[in-house]
């Protein structure tokens, strides 16, 4: 205790004696913050890309993303308590996942997709809360603590930062992985065929393309984007069964300022509102700091409703 007290002590005398080497130490650390804003960006892009998906297809907003990913996580875990090696734990997660969107979507969304406009909207958001609450009503029976990706990760030295090695594996899988989403948009018939019928479901129609199978798809792979949020998130964070209900807060305010039916917008929402938390975080704490992104939330939306956006 001593020997620290005495580095502390010999640190913010040689900060005192040195003003250029506080201002290095300041903007290292903000730098080395906006590593970490950055990362969280990507999960919130990644959850809220997930919401965005589903909506713009089927008109569908998904409350029960949150719990997506937590499952995730969760399937994660028991696969390497199994003896599972992480990479293939992961692969079996959201493979779990993905076959778990298909059974809701085959069952309780056939109901919904059956309703139009407002009507399929309100029927959305009362079956997936619903799924949401049953979901986390399991999950409470046998998970109780806080649960994180089981792997330990340091961190690494880049031009001087401090870089957690966890936020660069999520950068670059979120990467990567949205690259190839739109990819998949661009250059595959299905992918082309989901656009179409998006942009207008009756052409669709007339052109043979059907769109409750397409929505399946969509709805399966959206599935499988949380549950990737989840892994990657539960790679710096650990998470409870409760917090399905805050990812699925931020995967909605992501999406929202992002527009619902815009991709590319809600990537961008999620990277800029990742940061906002992050650096709110570090200056404000946590408290205020989800009251800063709300109102930065609210402010975004008023701006991009005035500019026609």
Known sequence: ???????EYLLLEALAADPL??????????????????????????????????????????????????????????AVDFGVPLIGAIAIA?????????????????????????????LGIFTTLGVA?????????????????????GSMDIAGLSVRTGNLIIISVSTVTLVGLFLFFRETFTGKAMRTITQDEVGALHCGINP????????????????MAGVLYGLSSSVQVISGF????????????????????????????????TYSTFIIGAYQAVLILFLVAVGAMTVRGEVGL
Not at 29 to 58: N, Q
Request: glycine share 14%.
């Open 212 to 227: 409750r199978k397409f929505r399946t798809v969509i709805f399966v792979m959206s599935a499988v984007l949380i549950g």
């Open 1 to 7: 205790m001593t020997r620290t007290i005495m580095t």
């Open 246 to 277: 805050e990812l699925t807060v931020y995967a909605l305010i992501v999406s929202i300022v992002g527009g619902v039916r815009s991709v590319s917008g809600t990537i961008l929402a999620g990277i800029f509102l990742g940061l906002v938390l």
């Open 94 to 122: 959201l493979i779990g996942i993905g076959v778990i969107a298909l059974l809701i979507d085959k069952g309780l969304l056939s109901i919904v997709y059956r309703s139009e406009d407002g009507e399929r909207v309100l």
């Open 21 to 78: 080497l506080a201002v290095g130490q300041s903007i290292s650390g903000y730098l080395e913050v906006g590593v970490d804003g950055l990362a969280r960006g990507f999960v919130f892009a990644l959850l809220g890309v997930g919401i965005t998906l589903v909506y713009g297809l089927g008109e569908v907003l998904n409350l029960a993303a949150g719990s997506f990913a937590v499952v995730t996580i969760l399937l994660t875990i028991i």
């Open 133 to 153: 609450m049953a979901i986390d009503g399991i999950l409470f029976n046998f998970f109780t603590g806080r649960y994180s990706v089981p792997i330990s990760l």
